[in-house]
């Protein structure tokens, strides 16, 4: 069974950074991209960052180029999201996503807060 646990979440200042973390089982991590999607309050899930199998091709949503950085582990099965200068209107649960078999699987996400 595919499965996502993202962590990492919390309420940090503006101008802050977390990194969320996804930790992935039941599939062969390193023979797929990685994804970071992002929903917030009455908005729709909105993709945020791609990273390729080998990770070396990574892509950005507009608003995370220069602030994020996606980073996967192939020999843990983990992916990272680093988040440097957080703002307000980055809170929203962060999810990882994969899509083994041709369908989107996602875990159960992280919440992230930025507020002062």
């Known amino acids: 069974e595919v499965q996502f646990v993202e962590s990492g979440g919390g309420v940090v200042q503006p101008g802050g950074s977390l990194r969320v973390s996804c930790q992935a089982s039941?599939?062969?991590?390193?023979?797929?991209?990685i994804r970071w999607y992002r929903q917030a309050p009455g908005k729709e899930r909105e993709l945020v960052a791609t990273?390729?199998?080998?990770?070396?091709?990574?892509d950005y949503s507009d608003f995370a180029k220069g602030r994020f950085t996606i980073i996967r582990d192939n020999v843990k099965n983990i992916a990272y999201l680093q988040m440097n200068n957080l703002r307000p209107e980055d809170t929203a649960v962060y999810y990882c996503?994969?899509?083994?078999?041709?369908?989107?699987?996602y875990g159960q996400g992280t919440q992230v807060t930025v507020s002062s």
């Open positions: 990273i390729s199998f080998a990770g070396n091709n990574k």
């Open positions: 039941g599939f062969t991590f390193s023979s797929y991209p």
């Open positions: 996503n994969a899509r083994p078999g041709g369908r989107d699987h």
